[in-house]
């Protein structure tokens, strides 16, 4: 079931720091680069003061200064260094944990099924996925390295501060936490302006998505202009909520630029008072020499400059917190069905029994199965009939366990399928369903999906049984002729067939096959009945059709109505009396005879 509770800020923010672990390696690569940097500024302090109270006060000649010069240009370059060894460990640090959490959530959704997909816009998945797990790099590249560098470098600064003057010392250590309070104040409430803004950008995405999927019924229907119309006042709110979120991080960032200047001010005045001899104390009972005030000096801006970064990388912070939420809510989503252990063997063949089966829809409110009871037997061919809407594909996700039963058990092969390891079991079915699944790749990629592992012999085995060598030789480059998304540049029959090969290519024992000639001319689907033909020879099937020339071929025929298995018999004893199938026999062929058959 699905969390619809938001979880706090603080829950968030733990959720992050929890997967910072994948990546503690980097982050504290970078938080050690950031204090090396940092102590170099004080080298580096140290050795231009000498330089210029030499050369001003001291009068000293310039060869004098050759070793410092040097020195100076090494830490220049060291820093140099640090920095961008700093950066690059932050952003190994960030892909890291994005690459990371990426994987949780495909394997997340790949558990859930397509029983929770069919249930949410593919383009709001794909922007959880996408921008919000992208709008997570800052925190980790950026922001967390930043937190700590905030503290050490200071805390290194005051450390060489202190033991000159506890005054000029005292007004840094009590500056500074005016730069994350203003920080934390300015930049309040920005972690919920984040989440509304990925929730537009969500939105954004999936209606777009949708509408390029559809574009030509959009064209058909005269709808093209005002869905346009919609994504363009989409759009637009999705700008809003972008400028929202910018206008915080500005304001945030000028409001620490003038409080560290500030601060910087005040530590300049108390060192110009001390030189004119107005202020004679905070130096340990002595005058500040002008080395010592040049180098206090050039550290108050550094010491300065990390709570500035941190406070401009503060809306990280936020742009994280605020895109953890959709993505939490994917990952506490249980699955309803829960993952079994019990491996399973099929040398013998796919013996399956539905035992008093019951499943409902929306919490039991729509029931859909109720007490449905049968058996396939090893090298079986079962066909499964029934009017649209009785419950046949749903049989088929409970088989391929994508459903579980409310009431009542599936056993396989003597195993409880709630118990069998799942991944294993559907290791055993091949799967043709009424809308093949291409992807954009070449024909030969979409076959090999079946088995990976497999030969070109292989390949070529299958596409030759399922009849796709007949197409794919009056393609330029045969098997290695690219496939669109969705199948595009292939007919529906072809598409079919391409399917079918991978069945073939997988030579599971167990075949499960929905519709597989739905949609068809009597060219293309005699082809694929041929190839059926073959793949099921000596294999458990499970044939959901309206077609009598499918059942036919079958050894048994059980029809659905109501939830309920009411008939069961050979297609021969059944089409012979006054039977549920022969009327839907009639009627399907009415239907079909005054209905356009389309390819």
Request: charged residues 20%.
């Amino acid at each position: 079931m699905e969390d619809s509770h938001p979880i706090s800020q603080q829950q968030s923010v733990g959720w992050l720091l929890g997967k910072s672990r994948q990546v503690i390696g980097w982050v504290v690569l970078s938080i050690g680069l950031g204090l090396g940097s940092g102590l170099l500024i004080v080298l580096q302090a140290t050795l231009i003061s000498r330089v210029i109270c030499g050369a001003f006060i001291d009068n000293l000649p310039p060869n004098a200064f050759v070793t410092d010069l040097v020195a100076i240009t090494g830490v220049v370059l060291l820093r140099s260094i640090c920095a961008w060894a700093r950066e690059e460990a932050g952003f190994r640090a960030g892909a890291g944990v994005r690459r990371h959490i990426r994987k949780e959530l495909l394997e997340h959704v790949f558990a859930l099924g397509p029983g929770y997909t069919s249930r949410k816009q593919t383009g709001d998945l794909a922007s959880v996925s996408l921008a919000q797990v992208e709008g997570l790099h800052d925190f980790f590249a950026r922001y967390l390295p930043q937190l700590a560098i905030a503290v050490l470098v200071p805390a290194a600064i005051l450390f060489f501060v202190f033991p000159i003057s506890w005054a000029a010392g005292g007004l840094l250590l009590l500056t500074a936490p005016m730069i994350p309070l203003f920080m934390v104040l300015v930049g309040m409430g920005a972690e919920s302006v984040s989440q509304r803004h990925f929730q537009a950008l969500a939105r954004l995405g999936a209606h777009f998505l949708d509408v390029l999927q559809g574009l030509s019924t959009l064209k058909l229907l005269g709808r093209s202009r005002q869905e346009a119309a919609v994504i363009a006042e989409t759009s637009r709110d999705y700008r809003v909520r972008t400028m929202k979120v910018l206008r915080i991080a500005f304001i945030s960032s000028a409001v620490l630029e003038f409080f560290a200047s500030i601060s910087i001010a005040l530590v300049a005045v108390f060192l110009g008072l001390s030189f004119l001899g107005y202020i004679t104390y905070g130096a340990y009972g002595h005058m500040l020499t002008l080395q010592q005030g040049l180098f206090i000096l050039l550290l108050a801006p550094e010491f300065y400059m990390p709570l500035r970064e941190l406070g401009a990388h503060y809306h990280a912070r936020a742009e994280a917190v605020g895109a953890v939420q959709e993505i939490v809510r994917i990952l506490h989503v249980l699955p309803s069905v829960p993952a079994g252990t019990r491996p399973l063997t099929a040398q013998g063949g796919i013996l399956m029994h539905f035992e008093d089966v019951h499943f409902a829809f929306d919490d039991g409110k729509r029931p859909v199965l109720r007490g449905t009871t049968f058996t396939i037997r090893p090298g079986e061919r079962v066909a499964l009939v029934g009017a649209t809407g009785q419950g046949k594909t749903t049989i088929v996700n409970l088989i391929l366990g994508f459903l579980q039963p409310d009431q009542g058990r599936i056993r396989v092969n003597g195993n409880s399928l709630s118990e069998v390891d799942l991944e294993q079991w559907r290791r055993h079915i091949a799967w043709v369903g009424q809308q093949p699944i291409l992807f954009s790749g070449t024909v030969e990629d979409n076959i090999r999906l079946a088995r990976p592992g497999a030969g070109d012999p292989e390949i070529e085995a299958a596409a030759r049984a399922a009849r796709v060598l007949e197409f794919t030789r009056r393609l330029p480059q045969g098997l290695d002729t690219e496939v669109g998304e969705q199948g595009f540049g292939l007919s529906r029959g072809q598409a079919q067939r391409l399917a079918l090969a991978r069945a073939f290519l997988k030579d599971a024992p167990l075949v499960l096959l929905d519709e597989p000639t739905a949609g068809l001319d009597s060219e293309n689907e005699a082809l694929v009945l041929a190839g059926l033909a073959e793949l099921v020879r000596d294999k458990s099937v499970c044939l959901i059709t309206h077609r009598l020339a499918s059942m036919a071929g079958t050894d048994r025929v059980l029809v659905l109505e109501s939830g309920e298995i009411l008939e069961s018999g050979t297609f021969a004893e059944l089409m012979a009396s006054d039977s549920i199938l022969n009327r839907l026999a009639g009627s399907d062929a009415s239907r079909r005879s005054h209905g356009p058959h389309s390819r």
